[in-house]
T-cell receptor
Framework: DQQVKQNSPSLSVQEGRISILNCDYTNSMFDYFLWYKKYPAEGPTFLISISSIKDKNEDGRFTVFLNKSAKHLSLHIVPSQPGDSAVYFC????????????????FGKGTKLSVIP | DAGVIQSPRHEVTEMGQEVTLRCKPISGHDYLFWYRQTMMRGLELLIYFNNNVPIDDSGMPEDRFSAKMPNASFSTLKIQPSEPRDSAVYFCASAGGIRKPQHFGDGTRLSIL
């Protein structure tokens, strides 16, 4: 059973516009969320994270929003650039001492973003 | 700073052969993770180490898979004997703390014929 879901396998956006990537989770024990970006033939690269005590975290063009009641988070990229074209993975983890098991990052299956010049 | 270094980048071998994947974590990181990525299952954690000690190997698919970390700067993931269904991209990652972001290597693309 997928605990972290990225329901859109792909997304195309015009350069300069906003990209919104979505992620849903089912495990209520998750309290720390991360976004990774992956280019072909490379490993995932950490992008931005958010703790469950916040509902928004911003880093330059990237903003992550967390809606705990809906168990939903989203990554906004504004403005989108062609270099942002990559696969974006959402990941989540529970507190180490939560009894939910050892520390693990659970990943979604990714959304492929294409930014069209 | 050098990132996580994995070798080889590509491995093609025949079914039944032993395969060894290698990883050098970022210096100073005390957590090391091995992942497998497939189209069907996405990125899955196989095992992770803290201070060279295996902490959770519940993701290791079966006894054919084994992982070691003899020191803080080196880890191996071994498959013996290998099977075609082991074909995947294997990633190693390291982190400087249990809740710190993980830094990934560029992976080993493994093909078992």
């Amino acid at each position: 059973d997928q605990q972290v879901k990225q329901n859109s396998p792909s997304l195309s956006v015009q350069e300069g516009r906003i990209s919104i990537l979505n992620c849903d989770y089912t495990n209520s024990m998750f309290d720390y969320f991360l976004w990774y970006k992956k280019y072909p033939a490379e490993g995932p690269t950490f992008l931005i994270s958010i703790s469950s005590i916040k509902d928004k975290n911003e880093d330059g063009r990237f903003t992550v929003f967390l809606n705990k009641s809906a168990k939903h988070l989203s990554l906004h990229i504004v403005p989108s650039q062609p270099g942002d074209s990559a696969v974006y993975f959402c990941a989540a983890t529970a507190r180490y001492d939560s009894g939910a098991g050892s520390y693990q990052l659970t990943f979604g299956k990714g959304t492929k973003l294409s930014v069209i010049p | 700073d050098a990132g996580v270094i994995q070798s080889p980048r590509h491995e093609v071998t025949e079914m039944g052969q032993e395969v060894t994947l290698r990883c050098k974590p970022i210096s100073g990181h005390d957590y090391l993770f091995w992942y497998r990525q497939t189209m069907m299952r996405g990125l899955e954690l196989l095992i992770y180490f803290n201070n060279n000690v295996p902490i959770d190997d519940s993701g290791m698919p079966e006894d054919r898979f084994s992982a070691k970390m003899p020191n803080a700067s080196f880890s191996t993931l071994k498959i013996q004997p290998s099977e075609p269904r082991d074909s995947a991209v294997y990633f190693c990652a390291s982190a400087g703390g249990i809740r710190k972001p993980q830094h990934f290597g560029d992976g080993t693309r493994l093909s078992i014929l």
